[in-house]
């Protein structure tokens, strides 16, 4: 019996099954209403055949929503870092996670900076800062004094040799009688012959020579500071030894060897301290000792010398100097060791960094990760701050080793004066140790201060 091929005739006629024979070619296209039961076996539907329809779903506005409120819910709750399983939020509460890389400060009031106000009360008693960065050097007095230029005897300005900035003061090879020194007027200063007054020293010295004058030789050799005609100053003498000198107005000289060598043709920091009963030394932040003050016979204030004791004298300072602060305050009180200056100092207390960085400590991912993203909230403190310019963000997955630099996109405010970005699906070399950093560039005070409020780094 031949076997029947016309399909519509066959299903019509109710010929048996056993009697068709078709092949592929031969089954003409069937509607889907025509499909009414069965099961379809498996891995018989190409997996594009089921995508080629479906709409695309991005996470990434629900990821950031959930970002800006675990922001803002730390941020009220004044929460410590913490992490969730793909989430790490920091409000900068405490020091938790913040890792200082370069020139970057955490602020009480929870943000980074590399622009920050410090919160030193001392730093309100400032009388003198004596800034080095240009040429056209001026003092900064605080308070009452005077704001006048400073009286230059032969100085210029080095940029070779410098510590902090651009320029350092260069005090010259001395001559046979003449004095090289920066001096100050007493006018608008507190009395320094007043034992009553509390004061600091914070400088940097860098000597380049010493000679012998035919006097003591652990002594007066060379002035770096000296309250007029060596009431009281430091000096050092020929062997490279500093010594302080205190004098009560009536011819009597107190002497105090602090041991210390002062090198030559190297940046050295010193800290002097005039407290209530005793002056304290610190050279690059380590603690060298005390002498008693002496009571003063106070009097007329007198000039403020750098780089002499005196006027109408060889015995003057060789070398260079940088970043001066001179405080109305008895500073480091109690503390043995103390960290020694990176930045400039600012009359009201600001460290001014033009750039620098942090990062997070690392987060343990459960798996590991190749793709990352961040929402960070941002503040112009001054100026207007440029994304991926003025502040960067990069994100890495193995420990640091690696960051890959990412290109953040602005979001809608945080809330009033605080700004938002994002970064989704960073694509960074694979890893279960995670971290950001975020750089500063161009910053200034005044002009151009950013601070990093907060960051929910996601993975």
């Known amino acids: ?222 002035a770096i500071w000296a309250v007029g005609d060596t009431y009281t100053s430091i000096n050092v003498g020929s062997t490279g030894k500093v010594r302080f000198n205190q004098y009560d107005g009536s011819r009597h000289f107190y002497y105090w060897d602090s041991s210390y060598i002062l090198p030559l043709n190297q940046w050295v920091h010193m800290t002097i301290v005039w407290g209530s009963s005793t002056v304290k030394a610190w050279f690059d932040g380590v603690y060298k000792g005390s002498v008693s003050r002496i009571s003063l016979s106070g009097g007329t204030p007198a000039n403020v010398r750098f780089g002499a004791s005196a006027s109408g004298t060889a015995r003057n300072f060789q070398g260079y100097m940088d970043n001066i602060r001179l405080t109305n305050a008895e500073r480091y009180a109690g503390i043995s060791n103390i960290d020694v200056p990176t930045a400039a100092h600012h009359p009201n207390g600001q460290i001014v960094n033009a750039s620098g960085s942090f990062q997070s400590d690392a987060i343990t991912a459960s798996a590991s990760t190749s793709k990352m993203g961040a929402v960070i909230t941002y503040q112009d403190n001054a100026g207007t701050n440029t994304l991926n310019t003025d502040i960067v963000l990069q994100l890495s997955a193995d420990n640091g080793s690696n960051f890959t630099t990412a290109t953040l996109t602005a979001m809608p405010d945080f809330a009033s004066g605080i700004k938002m970005a994002k970064v989704n699906d960073l694509s960074v070399t694979a890893g279960t140790q995670l971290k950001y950093k975020i750089s500063f560039a161009n910053q200034a005070s005044g002009s151009k201060e950013a601070r990093i409020r907060g960051v929910s780094l996601q993975y």
Request: without cysteine; negative net charge.
């Open 1 to 222: 019996m031949t076997k029947a091929r016309d399909l519509s005739n066959l299903i019509s006629t109710g010929v048996p099954n056993s009697l068709i024979t078709l092949d592929a070619n031969e089954i003409p296209n069937l509607a889907a209403s025509k499909i009414t039961s069965g099961t379809f076996a498996d891995a018989r539907i190409a997996a594009s055949n089921v995508s080629q329809h479906a709409t695309s779903f991005d996470d990434n506005k629900i990821v950031n929503d959930i970002s800006t409120i675990a922001l803002r819910q730390a941020s009220n709750e004044n929460k410590a870092a913490y992490n969730t399983n793909s989430m790490y939020v920091d409000v900068f509460q405490d020091d938790t996670g913040y890792n200082n890389i370069s020139n970057t400060v955490r602020n009480s009031d929870e943000f980074i900076a590399s622009v920050v106000t410090s919160s030193d009360s001392s730093y309100s008693n400032t009388w003198l800062i004596l800034e080095d960065s240009s040429t056209n050097q001026t003092s900064t007095q605080s308070g009452s004094a005077n704001t006048s230029n400073p009286s230059m005897n032969s100085q210029s300005f080095s940029t070779a040799v410098k510590k902090i900035g651009t320029h350092s003061i260069a005090f010259p090879s001395r001559g046979a009688s003449t004095a090289s020194s920066v001096d100050f007027a007493p006018s608008g200063f507190p009395n320094f012959k007043d034992t009553s007054n509390l004061w600091t020293l914070e400088l940097w010295v860098y000597q380049t020579a010493r000679s012998s004058n035919g006097v003591d030789a652990n002594y007066e050799d060379s």
